[in-house]
């Protein structure tokens, strides 16, 4: 008996979740039509046609198995993911964590999917929703209006937005280097002789709190029709953490613990990190620092941080609408509209946020789009996988207060705690969720046999 021919799958958006769950189908040997509005269209944040494109930081966060993201990089590898193959091709240094070459990043995933004859590139904004055939809706937080408001007529759901705000990206000859040093916290990942992947501009007391105080009385970017749409915590502006309080950001992105002057051992009441942002490292992005000030305002605010008095600003951060969609009303957990179930979901639209956890959706999509193209039953993976743990957020959480959220081990259930009298550290009580996750997830994908799977004590 022979399969059956696959149906072509028409996917919106070729952001991270459509890129990644294009090339899960082409693999499969399933047909794509890839529908990109740029660069016809641009959007608020994008600046080129490049698939993949990276619009805030340039960073995948953690890459071990002691942070929830790391296990997620994990997974993907082993389920052969296009973007963790391209970051990891174009990674750049920054500690433990796996940051990118953005330009190099975005170029590599586009020429791979372009490599790929069963992927079919359609340039154009798409104002209609296809109705027929198996569409993959991926068109990101920053959905057009036209697209926007046929979702908001298939959901039948009102409207559910949140902002999201871009860091700044700096020259990096132009900061001062007699005042800022190279350092990770702790000195981690870093081995002897060598200088840190964090460039750390270091504060006074008096300097941080100058500082603060223009961060809150500078002019913001006017709010509009929005005004009641709120932030997203992983991507607060640094402002408005300092409306929080003072000390706010000094807990926070401006930590100061574990970055003493690598050469006078000098305390600093805070700290300014910068991480590279492409291979050469001639450009730096200030971490943390997504901001809502106007243009003006950032050159002016920035520049009282000791070591960029000078700093010539690439690119000034800003502030665009984000979307997502209330997925626990309306998707199953495989990502399949409840109404429409050869409609899927993908991406931050569903209501996972950070560009490893989009990915991770569209990686999600593609593989079952791929069994329901052949007439298969799609399988969601395990619930202790970070996979699962994600599709379970979306789909199962309670409707009221749905949140975008990044992947946590509060979504997986509690490591092994003790091991006869010794109790496990924290570190080791996530690695065994991380080794736990991926047992499991070798026996889902079949390349190994069902075990007994450890859980707490």
Known sequence: MTNPTPQTVTIIGAGLAGSEAAWQLAKRGVPVRLHE????????????????ELVCSNTFRADHLENAVGLLHEEMRRMDSLIMDCGDQTRIPAGTALAVDREQFAELVTKRLQAEPLIEFVEGEVTEIPSEGLVLIASGPLTSDALYEQIKTLTGEDRLMFFDAIAPVLDAESID???????????????????????????????????????????????KDFEDIPFFDGCMPIEEMAERGEDTPRFGPMKPVGLDHPETGEKAYAVVQMRRDNRMGSLLNMVGFQTKMTYGEQKRVFSMIPGLEKAEFFRLGSLHRNTFIKSPALLDGTLRLKSDPRIL???????????????SMGLMAGRFLAAIAVGEEPEMPPEITAHGALLSHISKTQVEGFQPMNVNFGLLPPGKKREGKRRFSRAERRRSVSD??????NVWLGIASEEKIETAE
Not at 188 to 193: I, L, S, T
Request: proline share 4%; hydrophobic share 40%; aromatic share 10%.
């Open 345 to 359: 979901f993908a991406g931050q639209i569903t209501g996972v946020e950070g560009y490893v956890e989009s990915a």
């Open 177 to 223: 280097m007699d005042i800022c040093y190279w350092k990770n916290r702790y000195d981690k990942n870093v081995e002897e002789g060598e200088a840190g992947d964090y460039l750390n501009c270091p504060m006074d007391e008096a300097q941080y709190k100058a500082f603060i105080k223009e961060l809150v009385n500078a002019e913001k970017v006017a709010f």
């Open 436 to 441: 736990r996750a991926l047992e499991a997830l």
């Open 37 to 52: 509005m740029r660069p016809v269209k641009m959007t608020p944040a994008h600046h080129s046609g490049s698939c993949a």
